[in-house]
């Protein structure tokens, strides 16, 4: 018996899915913009094979192979039609954030707009040191630098 025939047979079906069409689903066009559907995928399978012999020259032997996939809507990205740059994409999430990606997207957000305050005051001429800092409800972010270095600390709260 062969245990590679039921494996093949298994994840030849299993490539029949697992495709990028299936991942980046097919645009959606209206007279302003365009809708990009994303998924998320996932697989698994498992293989056996199995042989024995009992009393008396009995013997038998088995094989079996079965996978999944799923496919989860995630995102749909959002074109705006004559829009150029970065305002005209937008990325919607299809699903709720949990708490601990909420806490993590205040706190980035926060991040950034230090990062651009303290870039901003690395320009201003004629200061040795500079510190910023923000707080939220999640959490809060420094920003601190000198003519020599730079330092951003992210805390949660």
């Known amino acids: 018996m062969n245990i590679g025939d039921p494996i093949k047979t298994t994840v030849e079906e299993i490539r029949k899915v697992l495709n990028i069409e299936n991942v980046v689903g097919e645009t959606i066009e209206s007279d302003d913009k365009i809708l990009i559907p994303i998924t998320r995928m996932g697989m698994g399978f498992g293989a056996g094979m199995g042989e024995g012999k009992g009393s008396e020259d009995m013997s038998g032997a088995g094989a079996g192979a079965g996978g999944a996939a799923g496919i989860e809507p995630i995102a749909v990205i959002v074109v705006f039609k004559g829009v150029s740059g970065p305002e005209g994409v937008k990325v919607m999430s299809l699903k709720a954030p949990d708490p601990l990606t909420r806490a993590i997207g205040e706190i980035s957000n926060a991040a950034v707009e230090i990062m651009g305050q303290g870039s901003k005051m690395m320009k201003e001429k004629g200061q ?26 992210i805390k949660e709260k």
């Not at 040795?128 to 600390?153: N, S, V």
């Open 128 to 153: 040795k040191k500079k510190e910023a800092k923000i707080d939220t409800k999640k959490g809060e972010a420094e920003f601190k630098a000198d003519k020599d270095k730079a330092k951003l600390d």
